[in-house]
Protein backbone atom coordinates (compact mmCIF):
# COMPACT_ATOMS: atom_id res chain seq x y z
CA UNK A 1 0.00 0.00 0.00
CA UNK A 2 1.60 3.30 -0.99
CA UNK A 3 0.97 6.66 0.94
CA UNK A 4 -1.37 7.79 -1.26
CA UNK A 5 -3.79 5.07 -0.92
CA UNK A 6 -3.36 4.90 2.73
CA UNK A 7 -4.50 8.21 2.74
CA UNK A 8 -7.25 7.78 0.72
CA UNK A 9 -8.49 4.60 3.28
CA UNK A 10 -8.45 7.61 5.88
CA UNK A 11 -11.22 9.97 4.22
CA UNK A 12 -14.44 9.90 6.26
CA UNK A 13 -17.27 11.41 4.67
CA UNK A 14 -17.42 13.65 8.08
CA UNK A 15 -14.14 15.44 6.90
CA UNK A 16 -15.08 16.21 3.56
CA UNK A 17 -18.26 17.77 5.29
CA UNK A 18 -15.79 19.45 8.16
CA UNK A 19 -13.57 21.31 5.99
CA UNK A 20 -12.84 19.56 2.45
CA UNK A 21 -10.30 21.86 1.18
CA UNK A 22 -6.57 20.39 2.59
CA UNK A 23 -7.85 17.06 1.35
CA UNK A 24 -8.67 18.57 -2.13
CA UNK A 25 -5.17 19.92 -2.07
CA UNK A 26 -3.37 16.73 -1.35
CA UNK A 27 -5.61 14.95 -3.77
CA UNK A 28 -4.66 18.00 -6.91
CA UNK A 29 -0.87 17.15 -5.85
CA UNK A 30 -1.02 12.81 -5.34
CA UNK A 31 -4.13 12.07 -7.00
CA UNK A 32 -5.99 13.90 -9.20
CA UNK A 33 -8.86 11.53 -9.86
CA UNK A 34 -9.05 9.11 -6.71
CA UNK A 35 -11.70 7.18 -5.15
CA UNK A 36 -11.85 7.20 -1.43
CA UNK A 37 -14.34 3.89 -0.42
CA UNK A 38 -15.13 6.10 2.59
CA UNK A 39 -17.42 7.86 0.08
CA UNK A 40 -18.22 5.25 -2.39
CA UNK A 41 -17.82 7.61 -5.22
CA UNK A 42 -14.89 9.24 -7.25
CA UNK A 43 -13.50 12.52 -6.09
CA UNK A 44 -11.87 14.31 -9.05
CA UNK A 45 -9.35 17.85 -7.78
CA UNK A 46 -8.33 19.93 -10.38
CA UNK A 47 -5.91 23.09 -10.05
CA UNK A 48 -8.12 25.69 -11.26
CA UNK A 49 -11.43 26.61 -12.77
CA UNK A 50 -12.15 26.18 -16.44
CA UNK A 51 -13.20 29.26 -18.19
CA UNK A 52 -12.12 31.75 -15.40
CA UNK A 53 -14.99 31.75 -13.31
Not at 8 to 34: G, K, N, T
Amino acid sequence: MTATDSFLESISPQQLFDDPYPIYERLRRDAPVAYPRSTDEPRAARAGVVGGR
